[in-house]
């Protein structure tokens, strides 16, 4: 069955540098990868949406990389601030319908 | 900007009782899913709701579910008959059109604390 893998140690990292987590997959062959951002108790946040076809998409202070050989997907953020402080989580589409399966996510605590 | 509203933001039940879970997706969209999210576990897909009909569910939405659209706006979860594993965080998302590169929009939830 499919896998998603993210780091489920949280992450810290000194503002102003860059961030970066890792989502590795298997048994899979996604047409794309989203990356989300989830503060507690809120609802996932779509922050950029990666094809298959594409190696890099950037968006502001963010960059995702998606190496199909490899079955991952980098997400960077640039700059950290600590209001970049939450979890993050990539999500693959399934089959029909698009619907989603999701890694567990990565907690990023970003310091002053 | 437009956002997926979820009521209510917070619902306490007793094991047994039956609960719904209301949600409003964007107007212009078209499909619409639940998610669910156990305490520190990850999200989870429930059921997929295209064209007035389920189009997709998992292996957690069994006979004790059931959504609805009842009128243009809403988009509701039902859950028959509570059990204590079915607390968790739910989430509505809404998605426009049927193209595979359309993000799905995520509603804040209902966190559902059975008793």
């Known amino acids: 069955s499919q896998k998603i893998e993210q780091n489920s140690e949280a992450l810290n990292i000194q503002e102003g540098k860059t961030a970066t987590l890792t989502c590795n997959y298997t048994?899979?062959?996604?047409?794309?990868l989203q990356w989300y951002r989830q503060d507690p108790g809120r609802g996932p946040v779509f922050l950029l949406l990666?094809?298959?076809n594409e190696k890099e998409k950037r968006k502001e202070r963010l960059k995702v990389t998606f190496d199909t050989t490899l079955k991952q997907s980098l997400f960077h953020i640039t700059a950290s601030q600590p209001a970049d402080s939450a979890t993050y989580l990539c999500a693959l589409p399934m089959d029909s319908n698009y619907q989603l399966i999701w890694g567990a996510g990565t907690k990023l605590i970003i310091k002053p | 900007e437009p956002e997926v509203t979820q009521t209510p933001s917070h619902q306490v039940t007793q094991m047994g009782q039956e609960v719904i879970l209301r949600c409003v997706p964007i107007s212009n969209h078209l499909y619409f899913y639940w998610y669910r999210q156990i305490l520190g576990q990850k999200v989870e897909f429930l059921v997929s709701?295209?064209?007035?009909?389920?189009?997709?569910k998992s292996e957690i939405f069994d006979d004790q579910f059931s959504v609805e659209r009842p009128d243009g706006s809403n988009f509701t979860l039902k859950i028959r008959s509570t059990k204590l594993e079915d607390s968790a965080m739910y989430f509505c998302?809404?998605?426009?059109?049927?193209?595979?590169?359309?993000?799905?929009?995520f509603g804040p939830g209902t966190r559902l604390l059975v008793l």
């Open positions: 709701f295209y064209n007035n009909e389920i189009s997709e």
């Open positions: 048994n899979y062959s996604p047409a794309y």
């Open positions: 998302a809404s998605r426009m059109t049927s193209g595979s590169f359309e993000t799905q929009y």
């Open positions: 990666i094809r298959e």
